[in-house]
């Protein structure tokens, strides 16, 4: 359970026994800090790996929740790390590997965030949840809410993925469709926090959906001692990682951090990779810059949705994270990040999302370019079912046989 909050930027603590949003003094999100040191003793590698645990809850004494009854769950978090197999333009790389949180629950990582977020809300006695998004985040916000008993708002551009929509009417949640960005969606949350009591969920505008997706550093670190076959943890050498609001980036590097002062791990960290879509990448182009905040990218547009995010609170999180890590940060393009969806399922067997495919064309791109060595560990993030995304593959040019023709399967032998 966590000991204290206080702001990422100006270090103001604030009340853990009570519903949080942003920084009263300066507006910026809140993170959780644990007492790390008490834990160390009894909190170890040996205990995790023998628990039966199978869920992110496995790291309880790292998370947002008291005691494992409070814990707000549908099995997220232990999803496979797939090593790659070197076929097709898959064969450039020996160490390649994706982390595909596609397994976990309503498909996508956001459930990770969601049932941190949810369980601490409910803990504190929300009884309503609200927040913009645009796709996959409000489908894990409405099951944890339904899981948990508290009513759900969600506002989504009008442009979301159809079935992120219909899984949030099916699953009980108020949705709006907005003719707008999801920033113009969030725009309407805040007025209905303030008209309403609603409690923000927003993306880092509550301190727990980071402690969430943090622990998907932490699984990090099993998944590659285990694929190695060794006791010590181990990470990769580069983290490519799709980009929007940014939670999962600055989740794990606050993971790294943790499990070094656990005694976990030493000072080794993975260069980190943002990569955003060409029509929307305020973080590519701050860190281009040398800039330390990003300004609102205009006239955002990307297949990708959940690279849809023009401005992010915590942009000035996620390019420290690129400095301290020596990382870089990737534009792909709508053509480029579909063609890498094909690739990856017509070659590793994997239906990833959009999002997806711009992380596995980055790593073709900087490894062309000579930034990135093929022989490294490189681990590439699916952050979503495929599924999800099948209005942007209609089927075209399929084969239609008539079973009562003795010769109709001559058409399609090879």
């Known amino acids: 359970m966590h000991t204290s909050l206080v702001c990422a930027s100006c270090r103001k603590p604030h009340a853990i026994d009570r519903l949080q949003n942003l920084c009263t003094a300066c507006g910026l999100p809140l993170l959780a800090e644990y007492d790390l040191a008490s834990l160390a003793g009894r909190f170890t590698v040996d205990a ?36 790659c197999v070197a ?40 009884k309503t949840v609200a927040l913009p998004s645009a796709g996959n985040a409000a489908g894990a916000a409405t099951y944890y809410a339904a899981k948990a008993g508290l009513q ?3 506002f989504m551009p009008e442009d979301t993925p159809p079935a992120n929509i219909t899984e ?13 960005l999801i920033s113009d969606c969030g725009k309407l949350v805040r007025q209905g926090v303030e008209r309403f009591g609603w409690f923000d969920l927003s993306t880092l505008k509550e ?13 990090l670190a099993f998944d590659l001692a285990d694929a190695a076959g060794s006791e010590r943890l181990q990470l990769p050498d580069v983290v490519f990682y799709p980009t929007g609001g940014g939670t999962g980036l600055i989740g794990m590097w606050k993971a790294f951090d943790e499990m070094q002062r656990l005694g976990w791990i030493g000072a080794e960290r993975p260069r980190m990779v943002v990569v ?69 399922a017509q070659y590793q067997g994997v239906y990833a999302c959009p999002e997806a495919g711009a ?15 093929p022989a490294e560990r490189i681990v590439l993030f699916n952050t979503g079912s495929g599924l999800k995304y099948n209005h942007l593959f209609p089927p075209s040019g399929l084969q239609r046989l008539d079973h009562r023709d003795p010769a109709c399967l001559e058409r399609i032998a090879p």
């Open 48 to 83: 995790v790996r023998r628990r039966s645990e199978r869920s992110m809850w496995r790291f309880l004494e790292v998370l947002p929740a008291a005691d494992a009854d409070d814990v707000v769950s549908l099995g997220e978090g232990q999803t496979p790390l797939l090593p």
């Open 152 to 154: 759900c708002f969600l």
């Open 207 to 219: 301190p727990f959906r980071i402690e969430g997706k943090k622990t998907m550093g932490y699984e």
């Open 87 to 126: 076929r097709g333009p898959f064969d450039a790389f020996e160490n390649l590997y994706i982390k595909d949180e596609a397994f976990n629950p309503t498909g996508s990582f956001k459930a990770r965030g969601m049932s941190a977020a949810v369980t601490r809300a409910k803990a504190l006695g929300a």
């Open 168 to 180: 949030c009417v099916v699953g009980g949640a108020r949705v709006s469709l907005v003719n707008g």
């Open 276 to 344: 955003q879509a060409a029509g929307c990448a305020p973080i590519v182009r701050a860190f281009e810059a040398g800039a330390e905040r990003a300004e609102m990218f205009p006239n955002a547009h990307t297949v990708a949705s959940g690279l849809r995010v023009p401005g992010a609170i915590g942009d000035f999180l996620m390019l420290k994270v690129l400095r301290e890590s020596r990382g870089t940060a990737v534009t792909i393009g709508d053509d480029e990040l579909l063609n890498g969806v094909r690739e990856l």
């Open 359 to 373: 992380v596995w064309k980055a790593a073709v791109k900087l490894r062309e370019s000579g930034w990135l060595d």
